[in-house]
């Protein structure tokens, strides 16, 4: 067990690296207003990938040592999912808000735990599923189909929050073969070759202050990776997890008081039920 004060410093970390995403998600969804959402997560992945190269260069080893994987086709799939994955969120964000966004994406652990099973052969006792029932039922409660108020746009974000529990489910395949280290280096370098493939194209000359923009959306992706690394090094993953819905939060005060978004009592109460659903999840898995 790590000592109280580490546990307490990886939490604060946690909540930080949280409130770094959501005024990430903001400033994604400002730039995605006004140029493509392709373009605009290739740029960011430019950076990504700097970042990831100078970490692993200092690192021991090497960058030798960061690109030597055992698995390395399944390395360079979860970068390219998880880079496809950033785009259908950020359109979500510019589609529905980072509210609405938000508390159906909410639902990823819970998908995870539903897939946990078959894709990794762990097993989900009778618990989880009944929590993951109860978190789906949140997700009903705030798309309220049959009620007039269900929009086909409400399907982005769930399919953003499958692709991105998809991608934890790989990465906790991988990190049975490789390190950390070698994941994290795929993951940027994987995606920006993806993404500046597909995205070029799409290229649109962007004016001075978005470049201010843009260059405030690249530092918190790297501020943001970087406070979530040194949150791991301080607590254990079950530990900090749970406070990792605070994006939720933070994203929902940036999307109301920024662009005016709307908080209706049904999405607050399906988040809750998400979240309370994800939080006994976690609970769970930690007891396993």
Known sequence: MKPRSAQANGILLMIATTFIFAVQDGLSRHLAEAYPVMMVVMIRYWFFAAFVLTIAARAPGGLRAATRSKKPLLQIFRGVLLAAEICVAVQAFVLLGLVEAHAIFACYPLIIAALSGPVLGEKVGWRRWAAIGVGFCGILVILRPGFGVFAPAAVVPLVAAGMFAL????????????????????????GAVVMTAAALWQWVPM????????????????????????????????????????????????????????????????????????LFTLWRERQA
């Open 207 to 278: 004016t001075a202050p978005d470049w201010g923009w843009m260059a405030m959306l690249c530092l918190t992706g790297a501020l943001g990776h970087w406070t979530l690394i040194k949150c791991y090094e301080f607590a254990e993953a079950s530990a900090v997890q749970p406070f990792a819905y605070f994006q939720l939060v933070f994203a929902s005060a940036v999307g109301v008081i920024f662009w005016g978004d709307i908080l209706p009592p049904a999405t607050i109460l399906g988040a809750a039920i998400v979240v309370g659903a994800g």
């Open 167 to 190: 991608y934890g489910l790989l990465t906790r395949a991988v990190s049975r073969h490789d390190s950390s280290a070698t994941s994290f280096f795929y993951t940027g370098t994987a």
